[in-house]
């Protein structure tokens, strides 16, 4: 894999120079598998494009830190009395290879696993490094009912190929604050129940969001009974067929930018706002 030439012990490490001349040179490839071949159409694709002006530099940068670095999640985890020495549900990780998943509580390397007793209250933090690893086409249920974290930070994540987000955080009913400014959602088509259930979430910045793809909305952030901020701006909603129960039981949300909305395809928008007792405008145009 290109990912093992750049990241391989000191004596075999190729400079990303090396790399970029193997890729003109058509011999990068070490395998003849699907995987490194479309990484190097990919990459050949991109390097072609690249020249010595700084813009282009920084757009072989990010490509090359968000396609070959680890990809990695920062969590904080509350643990109260009652959690103690039980088994704590951490992420949902049939999306990725186990085997190339490092866990880190609190500083110290643990042996991977999906649960973990712990034997302290108080906040943890949690680091998830995936080594290696081709994300899937869904992140369906990713933190389902991992009702213990307070924080999520996306540190480096490249979602580009992701194609459902259903349930991604349902029922995170700790969940206080999370980032994601990393995502790329321009290949997604499914975001229902995406935050249902997030009940302590009171702000969500969602303006990098491209959703020009996605045809499924319903119960987004149905039951976030404390969201007061959310920012929709970026959204494009021309594709969406279904929006039922959209923002359902958002008690305390008092506006949506709705300016980017365009409903002109949507089948079913039941109930998008009930339950939304302070929301001053309801109307959709």
Same mark, same amino acid.
């Not at 058509?26 to 990459?43: A, Q």
């Not at 920012?231 to 959209?246: A, D, I, Q, R």
């Given at each position: 894999?290109l990912y093992?030439?750049?990241?391989?012990?000191?004596?075999?490490k190729?400079t990303?120079?090396?790399?970029?001349?193997?890729?003109k040179?058509g011999?990068?490839i070490?395998?003849?598998n699907?995987?490194?071949?479309?990484?190097?159409?990919?990459?050949?694709?991109?390097?072609?494009k690249?020249?010595e002006?700084?813009?282009?530099?920084?757009?072989?940068?990010?490509?090359f830190?968000?396609?070959?670095?680890?990809?990695?999640?920062?969590?904080v985890l509350?643990?109260?009395?009652?959690?103690?020495?039980?088994?704590?549900?951490i992420?949902?990780?049939?999306?990725?290879?186990n085997?190339?998943?490092?866990?880190?509580?609190?500083?110290?390397k643990e042996?991977?696993?999906n649960?973990?007793?712990?034997?302290?209250?108080?906040?943890?933090?949690?680091?998830?490094?995936?080594?290696?690893?081709?994300?899937?086409?869904?992140?369906e249920?990713?933190?389902?009912?991992?009702?213990?974290?307070?924080?999520?930070?996306?540190?480096?994540f490249?979602?580009?190929?992701?194609?459902?987000?259903?349930?991604? %955080?349902?029922? @995170?009913? +700790?969940l206080k =604050? *999370? #980032? /994601?400014? &990393?995502f790329? !959602?321009s $290949?997604?088509?499914?975001?229902r129940?995406?935050?249902?259930?997030?009940?302590?979430?009171?702000?969500?910045?969602?303006s990098?969001?491209?959703?020009s793809?996605?045809?499924?909305?319903?119960?987004? %952030?149905?039951? @976030?009974? +404390?969201?007061? =901020? *959310? #920012? /929709?701006? &970026?959204f494009? !909603?021309? $594709?969406?067929?279904?929006?039922?129960?959209?923002?359902?039981h958002?008690?305390k949300?008092?506006e949506?930018?709705?300016?980017?909305?365009?409903?002109?395809n949507?089948?079913?928008?039941?109930?998008? %706002?009930?339950? @939304?007792? +302070?929301?001053k405008?309801? #109307?959709i145009?």
């Amino acid at each position: 894999m290109l990912y093992e030439l750049y990241y391989g012990n000191e004596e075999n490490k190729l400079t990303r120079g090396e790399i970029i001349n193997n890729i003109k040179k058509g011999l990068i490839i070490k395998n003849n598998n699907n995987d490194d071949i479309n990484e190097f159409k990919d990459l050949k694709n991109l390097i072609e494009k690249c020249t010595e002006n700084e813009e282009n530099r920084i757009e072989w940068n990010n490509y090359f830190n968000h396609k070959f670095f680890n990809y990695e999640i920062e969590l904080v985890l509350e643990i109260k009395e009652d959690d103690l020495n039980n088994n704590i549900k951490i992420i949902n990780l049939d999306i990725f290879n186990n085997n190339n998943t490092e866990l880190y509580i609190n500083n110290k390397k643990e042996i991977f696993t999906n649960y973990y007793k712990f034997n302290k209250i108080g906040n943890h933090n949690i680091k998830l490094i995936f080594n290696n690893n081709i994300i899937k086409s869904f992140l369906e249920g990713m933190f389902y009912e991992c009702k213990n974290i307070k924080y999520i930070n996306f540190k480096i994540f490249n979602s580009s190929n992701v194609e459902d987000m259903s349930e991604m %955080f349902c029922n @995170c009913i +700790n969940l206080k =604050e *999370i #980032n /994601l400014s &990393s995502f790329n !959602t321009s $290949n997604v088509e499914d975001m229902r129940f995406m935050f249902s259930g997030c009940n302590n979430l009171n702000k969500i910045n969602l303006s990098s969001f491209n959703t020009s793809n996605v045809r499924f909305m319903s119960r987004m %952030f149905s039951d @976030c009974y +404390n969201l007061q =901020e *959310i #920012n /929709l701006s &970026s959204f494009n !909603t021309s $594709n969406v067929e279904y929006m039922s129960g959209m923002f359902y039981h958002c008690y305390k949300l008092k506006e949506i930018n709705k300016s980017s909305f365009n409903t002109s395809n949507v089948k079913d928008m039941k109930g998008m %706002f009930n339950h @939304c007792y +302070n929301l001053k405008d309801k #109307n959709i145009y």
